[in-house]
């Protein structure tokens, strides 16, 4: 089993629809988690971090779930610029390794 | 923008040739990191450093080599490049916050 795990979709929506990814990790003590972006080709660039409040930048908002061991990001009103490959990314304290997930690709359609 | 930067973006290389990749930061990050990714496909992490002098070999076994003499400098060397090695190495850094910044990225082609 993965250490962190996503659906690698490619998720394929209309504009303007709301679109959540989830991922889950397997280690129970990991600290920090983000949302990367990665768009086709190009380096992968910090999205946000996730909280364990949960956070919202926009139209994106990114929950953690300690109990269930996974992290969601939603993003409402999609628009084209949007499509890209979205990654999970994990901290494990312990080992201090960051891992990345293998990435879910969303196509925003007009 | 992250100021972290990778030489060259792009090569094409023959068999047996020995490449040395270059990454540079100048954040003062103590941690850097080497990643592969093929096209498509997810991020391999081949080489990291947490300072000076300390290198370690990722989760991808690799047939590169690190130095990190510099903190701000952590290249990569293939010894002899072969086709197999065609892909995309993407060079990172990160410092107490965790949020790791990439390159650009080297897409290097062996013939």
């Known amino acids: 089993r993965k250490e962190v795990e996503q659906d690698p979709g490619p998720f394929n929506v209309p504009e303007g629809a709301t679109v959540a990814f989830n991922c889950t990790y397997s280690n129970s003590a990991s600290q920090s988690f983000f949302w990367y972006r990665q768009d086709c080709r190009k380096e992968p660039k910090l999205l946000m971090s996730v909280y364990s409040s949960g956070n919202e930048d926009g139209r994106f908002t990114a929950q953690l779930n300690r109990a269930s061991q996974y992290i969601s990001l939603l993003i409402r009103d999609s628009k084209l610029s949007d499509s890209a490959t979205y990654l999970c990314?994990?901290?494990?304290?312990?080992?201090?390794?960051?891992?990345f997930g293998s990435g879910t690709r969303l196509s925003i359609r007009p | 923008e992250a100021d972290i930067y990778q030489t060259p973006r792009y090569l094409v290389i023959g068999t047996g040739k020995k490449i040395t990749l270059e990454c540079s930061q100048t954040?003062?990050?103590?941690?850097m990191y080497w990643y592969q990714q093929d096209p498509g496909m997810e991020l391999h992490l081949i080489h990291y450093s947490y300072g000076v002098n300390s290198t370690e070999k990722g989760d991808l076994s690799s047939e590169s080599t690190v130095s990190r003499i510099r903190t701000e400098h952590f290249p990569l060397t293939l010894e002899s490049a072969r086709p197999s090695h065609t892909s995309q190495y993407l060079c990172a850094s990160n410092f107490k916050t965790d949020t790791q910044y990439f390159g650009p990225g080297t897409r290097l082609t062996v013939l």
């Open positions: 990314v994990v901290k494990d304290s312990s080992a201090s390794k960051i891992i």
């Open positions: 954040m003062g990050h103590d941690k």
